[in-house]
Nanobody, 122 residues
């Protein structure tokens, strides 16, 4: 089992930036496929970004088309953490953002954090 705790959400104006953090504990988290998923009020959960490890020397990052070029997912295994750097934020990015692992693509994952609210004002 893995426990996930998100932080870094908040209120920001359109065009601004936020950096979300996901801190893990429990099961070995290093290089565990991890995803960021968001859910806006009244909408279904939506995949945002994911990061996987090829077992050798490379990470692969995956992004939803709606955030490509604006968001960056990364990880620091020494800190058991995964991050989501969000730039050029838009009002439509407003949602609760969840960290989830092990991530199997889309919104499919075993363990989820409690979520952190991101609100982008116009």
């Amino acid at each position: 089992q893995v426990q996930l705790v998100e932080s870094g959400g908040g209120l920001v104006q359109a065009g601004g930036s936020l950096r979300l953090s996901c801190a893990a504990s429990g099961r070995k988290f290093s290089n565990l496929p991890t995803g960021w998923i968001r859910q806006a009020p009244g909408k279904e959960r939506e995949f945002v970004a994911g990061i996987t490890w090829n077992g050798e020397s490379a990470y692969y990052q995956y992004y939803a088309d709606s955030v490509k070029g604006r968001f960056t997912i990364s990880r620091d295994n020494a800190k058991n953490s995964v991050y989501l750097q969000m730039n050029s934020l838009k009002p439509e990015d407003t949602a609760v953002y969840y960290c989830a692992a092990p991530w199997r693509g889309g919104v499919d994952a075993d363990y989820w954090g409690q979520g952190t609210q991101v609100t982008v004002s116009s």
